[in-house]
């Protein structure tokens, strides 16, 4: 059991059931990854409640020896009762072993004297014994021969072969490209990101990103299911480096759309009814797209009036 742990009860008499339940959240959040290894960062998304503090994730993970924290600012679960080395019942074993050898010594003389004295003297029977010494010998030999051959042939044809590494049952591609559908796991995702109205805007984009990604660093390997890609998926989203590199690029196309869309120029009307309007008033079919928000229409003129235009100054007469 976990709890049998000294690491453990350390954590539970010192910080009582919130801390346990602290390590378990970790724990919890570290499955979802691809590799059960994450930087703290990762972690900060899922402290949104005031129940669950940062702060005291990090002071769980880095004080209480249960994590192991590695020189790339990674950390993992430690293992929970390890197992020892059996150092003493070797160390006994080695003794009685010691402590029995000169008893095996002692029986061994005596049972050659016996033999020596049980020896036949009749030359026929030595010559007898000795060609059943030797047919025993030949048919051992064969014997092992057949076992070896044996077992070589079913580590070719049979259930010794090598098992080749899993492959997925669909190309990763298939896998990844799904991750753009519109799904309530999507929206959840990009809920949980600090950036999902843009991530959201441009799934698709994202998705061509995290593909790049793992091409870059040959974690296709690992994708043999659609859960596997979702869970790097969020991993890819929400760790520090792989997310800013990820939420600029979508900010800089984000602009880009914006800056090349023209703008609207009947965007100070309003069409009613498939009539133009503006604050109430009806606007003539043959009238120039309102000019701005403050603009009025004169029927005198039949143009726009606006506040913003400074008034033409009147003619002089000569």
Known sequence: MAMNDPRMRNLTEKEGLKGLGAYWIIIEKLALLPEPRAQLEYLRPFCSSKKISFAYLTKIILEYKLFKLEEDGYFSAEELNPVKKR????????GESADSKPKNDEKQQKTSQNNAENQPTDSTNSLKDTDSAKQATDSFKG????????????????????QSPLQPVRPWQELVDELAEKTPWLEAVCMQSEYGTLLMRHIK????????????????????????????????TKTAQTSQILRATLFALDAKQQSATPPDLHRYEQLVNGQRTYLGCPIPDDA???PDATAFWNEATHSWNSQNTAPKPPKRHT
């Open 87 to 94: 150092e003493k019942k070797t160390a006994e074993n080695d």
């Open 143 to 162: 014997n092992i021969k057949d076992i070896i051959t044996s077992s070589a042939k079913e580590k070719e044809t049979g259930s010794g072969r090598p």
């Open 205 to 236: 984009e994202a998705v061509s990103c995290f593909k790049r990604h793992i091409e870059i660093y040959d974690k296709w390997h690992d994708l043999l299911t659609q859960s596997d890609a979702r869970r790097y998926f969020v991993n890819y």
């Open 288 to 290: 120039p797209p309102r």
